[in-house]
């Protein structure tokens, strides 16, 4: 009796320890495949994003890339824009293209994130009197390719750790006072695959991304009771400026969309999923990551980062030749 009860005991722990395990590594893609479902059997929740959230949007970073094309798909759906980006050439090109396209009202406010804390109290006062509904922290860099961490120059570290991790925590602390007032809202945080596991070569920017993540997924719980959401979207390879160290990944594919694919979809998710990879190619690819130990998914990443590295140097030695 005692053994059989044991024997209960023990399966019953194997089978949670197994739920747990497949609940963690399948999320990415459920989600995935949840919010493609939930406008077809979930008809209430088909609000659009300005009903939901209200009608103007902040995007960080968002003169190339996917900050770009996240700017177009919101201002599609029918959302003001406030574009905040270092170059002011390129924010007033960007937002005259917007005001073409979508018949929105846009603002641009030129701000460089790298210099840290000094230019917070600008964007308050720049943002003062705007409702934000949405804010999409997707400001970030990087180092120019994958290499040892002590190459880097410090004004290099630092750019990193202002832009990658400053900017989404000062961001998120200056818009969140009012939309918890509203009790409306969403916060985007956009991390990177690299959040998953230690990435040599690219170390501070992988540790930079896993900041993200927790941060956000911390906040998710803080904000969920004020009807506010806080969205974590973590993109694997796009073909955007700061993957051309890599003929490679530029190539694009199935697995490596461009900006504008990967935008449309990510943007689809917002209100439907809370944590997502945002493209269902990297769902797939994010959940068969996660049946890898961290250690191998490691080497995998530092072994690949070296290839990266090798194609890195072949650009600079064919430029060189030309």
Partial sequence: MILSLAALGLTLLGAW??????????RSLVQIVVA?????????????LVERYG???????????IGRQYAFQLAARGLNIVLISRTPEKLMAVAAEIEQRHQVKTKWIAADFSLGRPIFEKLRQELAGVPVGILVNNVGTNTDFPDDFETASEDKLWEIINVNIGAATMMTRLVLPEMKQRRQGAIV??????????????????ASKAYVRNFTLALQHELEPFGITCQLVSPLYV???????????????????????????AVFSLGKTKRTTGYWSHGIQYCVAQFAPEWARTIIGGTMNKVFRKEYYAQQKAAKAK
């Fill in 36 to 48: 493609m479902l939930t406008p077809y059997f979930v008809p209430a929740e088909n609000k659009t």
């Fill in 189 to 206: 945080n956009i991390s990177s695959g690299s959040e998953l596991q230690p990435l040599p070569y690219l170390t501070i920017y992988a």
């Fill in 239 to 265: 073909t955007t400026k700061m993957n051309q160290y890599s003929t490679t990944l530029m190539e694009g594919g199935v697995f490596i969309p461009n900006a504008e694919s990967y935008a449309k979809f």
């Fill in 55 to 65: 009608k103007w949007a902040v995007i960080t970073g968002c003169t190339d890339g």
């Fill in 17 to 26: 320890v197994c739920a747990c395990w497949m609940y963690e590594n399948l």
